[in-house]
């Protein structure tokens, strides 16, 4: 059949000359910035008024291809940098797309305490397990006796739970997907985009090159295939519960909840002050 | 066609079913396999050909087969594959 | 959001925190993060209560890395940021000091400096981060320091530093200690409409047309806002003019870090500000900021009162530092005296500047700072 060239309908939403991206063949980033684009695709998204701020790791890069206004930041500082952006001007959509080490590690001071005032930013973390870019370190995530550059004898240290993480403390939105949930990851990129409140997506992203091959899975295909045969669907069920094993990765929105966010009450502070004072002139 | 479907819908005629104009850009290709495995119908293949990035880009082997689902597209990292909705002038020819 | 209350105008009688705050809020600060510090806490104390009645915003961050991103964030979404801290909460900011100087954010960091190394002395004045603000941060590059001596330099010297900031798109210390900032003074602000404020340029092309690292003659490029429908993209990584990492290019990296050195060092004539007073015939000069210049200038005049011919030289803007300054007055000295509140910082410049003069340095570290007559006698020793 002839086929003539038409151009990737989400490509408006990438800048084409930083494309192809840096990332590994069979690396989830793609996925979960393909997802991202679609949504934003879906939901028409106003991409003047959307900033991406990504922190260092593999990830990082995603900053530079969407199409948008974009931050690169210091090494898990994104969400420290995007507080900043979100309380000086609350009209725009800030979403950080990042990795477990980056939010989690160095980082994980600045995610709980984003998370405990409620700040409406959006984070979306792929979760590879490891430190990809800088060849495979153990991290946060890295599971127990899993082997990487820097645990050569069998991981001993424990993981966290992400979404356990999250919710304890007090995300409005927390869900986990792995890269094979594209439809269910997309819609909910689309809830995450639309709540108000710090929001957090865990994607479980397969890391072939690095990850993979040190923990008999040499492929993005058998790390797919791991996914697809550990994964359920238990949508807000006790995150908890939710540790990633083996045998078993739940999946599904974890919490959903309406409350205030931090830039709300402090912008509605500022009206109640000026009022009072205008009260005081009058 | 299966033994139990033994009736023709009324508005076959009126109705087309929808039909896939698969996109692949071979170049972008990074040779990951999710499209071809992770395709319901098996429409696609891994080709013999090697692309400007030395990797083995898939095939279009069943066209026909394709049900629009796009998950090809929704899971490939790399922007590298994408369906379309064949126009219904094409199909009638 | 419109400003409410109205502007503080006229003398009062603060305290330098006070004065810093007050001068943040009238060079149109509207953004402030920080992490309370002895002895920098009343700059935030007071802005918590001040930002709001201008439509600001004031955030407690959970430390002092998260504070100095946050202004930088704050910076890039349209709002004049600043944070302030002491020594160790410098140290935090060090990581992301380098990223404002790479992405050039104008910001202002105000570092009232307590004793240190490490915790230290947290009441207590010093002068010991001097260094530590123009090399903390890791990489090539210039900063831009200001010394202030006094509770109305707290004022004028914090809308100077936004100014620069927003001039030369770099981060501005403002490098206090413990005694102008909680001591009480006299400080006369005036009506706005006398102050010069400063706005940083904009763009004058449209988003399809904009490099946001394309310099202008001055070696600054314009700076767009997020969210003004500009996509443009800004990293910490070794970048080309269109914001794109290039870390692979020696060429991109020369380019880049050079013009961040250069915008500050081509326009050291319009940035540097000296107080010299007494130093056209003198034989002994004394270089020295901060409150410790208070003590140097009146061991000046009582050298002066005794005919020593004694002058005073005192760097308001210590990065860059004022060589030319520094050199014309030491060609015709026979001393220079430096008295610092630390083991010997600032000096080395001294010293590299003054060439052959000789250079005297007084240390003193702990609760006070040189008296003018552990100056005088070094001033006397001197000629």
Known sequence: ?282 | MPERIKHVPLDIEKVKPPRAEIHLIKNQCKGCGYCIEFCPKKVLEESEEINARGVHPPKIVNEDKCILCSFCSAVCPDFAIFVLEKKQEETKK | MSAKRSLLTGAHFLNGDFACAEGAIAAGCRFFAGYPITPATEIAEHLSERMPEFGGIYIQMEDEIASMAAIIGASYAGLKSMTATSGPGFSLMQENIGLAVMTETPCVVVDIMRGGPSTGQPTLPGQQDVMQAKWGSHGDYEIIALAPCSVQEMFSLTVEAFNLSEIYRVPVLLLGDEIVAHMYEKVVIPPPDKLRIVNRKKPHVPSKDYQPFMPEEDFVPPMATFGEGYRFHATGLTHDEHGYPKTQSSEVQTRLVRRLCDKIRKNVDKIVKVEEILTEDADVIVVSYGIVARSALSAVRKARAVGIKAGFLRPITLWPFPEKHVAKAAAQAKAIVVPEMNCGQLVREVERAAKNTPVAFLSKLGEDPHTPAEIFEAIRRGI
């Open chain 1, 1 to 282: 059949m002839v086929q003539e060239i038409v151009a990737h309908p989400l490509s408006k939403y990438l800048r084409e000359e930083m494309m192809p991206h840096i990332w590994c063949a069979g690396c989830g980033n793609g996925i979960v910035l393909n997802c991202f684009v679609h949504a934003l695709d879906e939901l028409k998204a106003d991409l003047d008024k959307l900033v991406v701020v990504s922190g260092i790791g593999c990830i990082g890069r995603t900053a530079g291809y969407t199409n948008t206004a974009s931050f690169h930041t210091t090494h898990g500082r994104s969400i420290a940098f995007a507080t900043g952006v979100k309380l000086a001007n609350p009209e725009l959509d800030v979403v950080i797309v990042s990795g477990d080490g980056d939010l989690f590690a160095i980082g994980g001071n600045h995610f709980i305490h984003a998370a405990r005032r409620n700040i409406g930013i959006k984070v979306i973390c792929a979760n590879n397990f490891n430190y990809g870019m800088t060849g495979g370190q153990l991290g946060p995530t890295t599971p127990l006796e899993a082997l990487t550059t820097t645990s050569p004898y069998g991981n001993s240290e424990h993981p966290f739970n992400l979404v356990h993480l999250a919710a304890a403390a007090g995300a409005s939105y927390v869900a986990r997907w792995t890269t094979l949930h594209v439809r269910r990851l997309t819609q909910s990129i689309k809830r995450l985009m639309q709540k108000e409140g710090f929001c957090f997506i865990e994607v479980v992203s397969p890391c072939p090159e690095i990850f993979g091959r040190r923990n008999k899975m040499r492929s993005g295909l058998e790390m797919m295939g791991w996914f697809r045969k550990a994964s359920v669907v238990e949508n807000f069920s006790d995150p908890a519960k939710a540790d990633i094993t083996p045998d078993r990765i739940v999946v599904g929105e974890f919490v959903d909840i309406e409350k205030m966010s931090y830039e709300k009450l402090f912008h509605e502070k500022i009206a109640q002050i000026n009022e009072k004072t205008m009260e005081k002139m009058s």
